[in-house]
């Protein structure tokens, strides 16, 4: 079983920025891969950046060149900087992470940190 909490949301301006945390409770280089997804209110669920175990890192358009995925494996953390927000990028924000057992793959997801950026 894996657990993931976020915290670092919260109430900023357009143009501003945050860093949200993902603490897991195991190694964050166990896991097949980590990411971050948002909903907006009437919207789906979706990708904002992951990172697999290798390193390798997917960002969505409407994020690349704003927003930066890191990982602290040290204290089992995956941060997300968020810079130049915007109002669209309001949201409930969620960690997630994939492992692998006997070939599957098991998906965990945190409970959410809400982001509000005011115009």
């Known amino acids: 079983q894996v657990t993931l909490v976020e915290s670092g949301g919260g109430l900023v301006q357009a143009g501003g920025s945050l860093r949200l945390s993902c603490a897991a409770s195991?190694?964050?280089?166990?896991?097949?891969?980590m990411g971050w997804y948002r909903q907006a209110p009437g919207k789906q669920r979706e990708l904002v950046v992951n990172?697999?175990?290798?390193?390798?890192?997917n960002y969505a358009d409407s994020v690349k060149g704003r927003f930066t995925i890191s990982g602290d494996n040290a204290k089992n953390t995956v941060f997300l900087l968020m810079s130049s927000l915007k109002p669209e990028d309001t949201a409930v924000y969620y960690c997630?992470?994939?492992?692998?057992?006997?070939?599957?793959?098991?998906?965990?997801w945190g409970q959410g940190t809400q982001v509000t950026v005011s115009s």
């Open positions: 195991r190694s964050i280089s166990s896991f097949k891969a």
């Open positions: 990172i697999s175990s290798g390193g390798s890192t």
């Open positions: 997630n992470a994939i492992t692998v057992l006997v070939g599957r793959d098991y998906v965990y």
